[in-house]
């Protein structure tokens, strides 16, 4: 199994761009996460679908930021502006069952910097 | 917001030393899971205990759990230059939501 793939790895890009994230889940998984990491405020959940469904965004900051999982091997995660403070590492996880029993596996993220 | 809080921050040892790590969360949970981040990776699962479960041991791993303190343990034993990480515990919050603590970097030095 290749794991969780994130797409890109690195992305620079100037202030008020859109930028889109990508993630594919491990086959067979039925939960996806959506994790921000910054050195200030450490690893936040952003949103969590199941089965293809958003069941908590609240922790999305700003209505700038959306997700989407449109099929059970793909998701994204779109800034529309972007802004600098959005700078950090997204991590997509997936899990095939809730968190009572089932890790989370993490792919090696995408390192976002917005000038 | 964080549930868990791991101390140390930081620990540097000597290779061939066990590392200890803990971790205090705030509110009652199903179970507690560790992770390790190797620098520009992602995250990776280690162990999971429930809290119905006070020790579990995987390799040089051993973690305890103690419900009433609210806390818990990572115990790294003979440890290895490759152990050198990041090492967060996560606790599940309500509705599935698992949260993470701040971590304790770790370095073994050769």
């Known amino acids: 199994d290749a794991g969780v793939i994130q797409s890109p790895r690195h992305e620079v890009t100037e202030m008020g761009q859109e930028v889109t994230l990508r993630c594919k889940p491990i086959s067979g998984h039925d939960y996806l996460f959506w994790y921000r990491q910054t050195m200030m405020r450490g690893l936040e959940l952003l949103i969590y679908?199941?089965?293809?469904?958003?069941?908590?965004d609240s922790g999305m900051p700003e209505d700038r930021f959306s997700a989407k999982m449109p099929n059970a091997s793909f998701s994204t995660l779109k800034i529309q502006p972007s802004e600098p403070r959005d700078s950090a590492v997204y991590f997509c996880a997936s899990s095939l069952a809730d968190n009572y029993n089932s890790p989370l596996h993490f792919g090696n993220g995408t390192r976002l910097t917005v000038t | 917001s964080q549930q868990g809080e791991e101390d140390p921050q930081a620990l540097s040892i000597q290779e061939g030393e066990n590392a200890t790590m803990n971790c205090s969360y705030k509110?009652?949970?199903?179970?507690l899971q560790w992770y390790r981040q190797n620098s520009g990776r992602g995250l990776v699962h280690l162990i999971l205990i429930r809290s119905n479960e006070r020790e579990k041991h995987s390799g040089r791993l051993r973690v305890t759990l103690d419900t009433s303190k609210k806390s818990s343990s990572l115990l790294i034993t003979a440890s290895r230059a490759a152990d050198t990480a990041s090492y967060f515990c996560a606790t599940d919050e309500n509705d599935y939501k698992l949260s993470f603590g701040a971590g304790t970097t770790v370095t073994v030095r050769a």
């Open positions: 679908f199941n089965n293809n469904v958003p069941i908590d």
């Open positions: 509110t009652s949970i199903n179970n």
